[in-house]
């Protein structure tokens, strides 16, 4: 029952999403949770099953990570090789010809995914294991990006085109809070700590933060995993 409602989630997301436009310097919107659904259905499945202690939160996909598989986070060798994803996955209706969808077969890793999954793999052996207490999303299911091929992330939209988009967003993310009943709910990175505060405020479940994994983040590129494990033990998320 837990699966069938967070994929149902998952849906009413993806049409809430597909309602809105976006105006320049945005170009292009990647929706995964369309073209690469069989994907993040089957993510959904493995991961979504039973009630969780702990919730992920990151922003949005990244270019080589969900948008290319369809997995939160979605560095290509851990979808593929760990989580095991391996249902076929389609291309956006508009792609830049930057910015192609490969899926399973892109060759570039997003960092950010290598070293969380990475941290996950190493701490829990199997994804069987991980998704006994854990979960892990993205707040917003588009990637955005301008003419020029540049990755533009929500916190760059104008109010009146993010302001629809975090309703839609705020309230999945309720919805899913609804569905795992999870105790902790830990942001990846300032973003995703003030989308959960604000939507989750008067909800039953204890925001916590870690530090993002991104390699544009100097703190992040000195042992991320060492720092991203002692804040989930202190503040005792683990």
């Given at each position: ?54 919730v992920f939160l ?98 760059k939209l104008p ?24 105790e902790w709910l ?53």
């Amino acid at each position: 029952m837990t699966t069938k409602k967070i994929i149902a989630a998952a849906r009413d997301l993806s049409a809430a999403c597909n309602t809105l436009t976006f105006a320049d310097p945005v170009a292009y919107v990647y929706n995964p949770l369309d073209y690469a659904w069989p994907a993040h259905e089957q993510y959904l499945h493995l991961a979504g099953a039973t009630p969780k202690r702990v919730v992920f939160l990151g922003m949005n996909p990244g270019p080589f990570g969900m948008a290319q598989t369809g997995v939160p986070f979605g560095e290509v060798a851990a979808a593929r090789d760990w989580l095991g994803i391996n249902a076929p996955i389609g291309k956006p209706t508009r792609e830049h010809p930057k910015r192609p969808v490969d899926g399973l077969a892109c060759t570039r890793s997003e960092v950010s995914g290598r070293r969380l999954w990475g941290l996950f793999s190493e701490r829990f052996a199997t994804p069987e294991k991980f998704f006994i207490d854990h979960f892990i999303i993205n707040h917003c299911p588009l990637a955005f990006m301008e003419d020029t091929g540049r990755n533009r992330t929500p916190d760059k939209l104008p109010s009146a085109e993010s302001g629809p988009l975090m309703d839609a967003c705020d309230s999945h993310l309720r919805r899913v809070v609804q569905i795992l009943e999870p105790e902790w709910l830990i942001a990846v990175g300032g973003f995703a700590e003030k989308r959960a505060t604000e939507a989750l405020s008067k909800m039953d479940v204890r925001v916590g933060k870690i530090l993002h994994p991104s390699p544009a983040s100097p703190a992040a590129n000195r042992g991320w995993a060492e720092q991203a494990t002692a804040q989930m033990t202190a503040q005792g998320a683990w």
